[in-house]
């Protein structure tokens, strides 16, 4: 199976052609903090979802492990929306500072 792998990647290269690798990147595509904290609530509700089934069929310590993975995920994605949020109010902030800056500078210019 490696030989084969290895002999395609190998061709692939020869000719110039990039294999698709399925491996390859993390394909999240939260491109902003609304779908960032969207994907955090998901996860919280597959978080209570899991440990209610698991708990339901009376395999506690598995409904544990999965509740904490879920919720893990969630705080993530809710960080990860709370940055993204926070650096877009940050630049947001920063402009309308210099555009005040600039007219306040022309105002008080004699």
């Given at each position: 199976m490696?030989?084969?792998?290895?002999?395609i990647?190998?061709?692939?290269?020869?000719?110039?052609?990039?294999p698709t690798?399925?491996?390859?990147?993390?394909?999240n595509?939260?491109?902003?903090?609304?779908?960032?904290?969207?994907?955090?609530?998901k996860?919280?509700k597959?978080?209570?979802k899991s440990l209610?089934?698991n708990?339901k069929?009376?395999?506690?310590?598995?409904?544990?492990?999965?509740?904490?993975?879920?919720?893990?995920?969630?705080a993530?994605?809710?960080a990860?929306?709370?940055?993204?949020?926070a650096?877009?109010t940050?630049?947001a902030?920063?402009?309308?500072?210099?555009?005040?800056g600039?007219?306040?500078k022309k105002a008080?210019?004699p």
């Amino acid at each position: 199976m490696k030989k084969r792998i290895v002999t395609i990647v190998m061709l692939s290269v020869m000719f110039g052609v990039m294999p698709t690798l399925t491996f390859s990147a993390q394909s999240n595509t939260n491109k902003s903090a609304k779908s960032e904290m969207k994907q955090s609530g998901k996860e919280a509700k597959n978080a209570g979802k899991s440990l209610g089934s698991n708990v339901k069929e009376g395999k506690v310590v598995k409904g544990g492990k999965e509740f904490g993975k879920h919720t893990a995920s969630s705080a993530k994605h809710a960080a990860k929306g709370t940055a993204k949020g926070a650096k877009t109010t940050a630049k947001a902030t920063s402009k309308a500072a210099k555009k005040t800056g600039k007219t306040v500078k022309k105002a008080v210019t004699p």
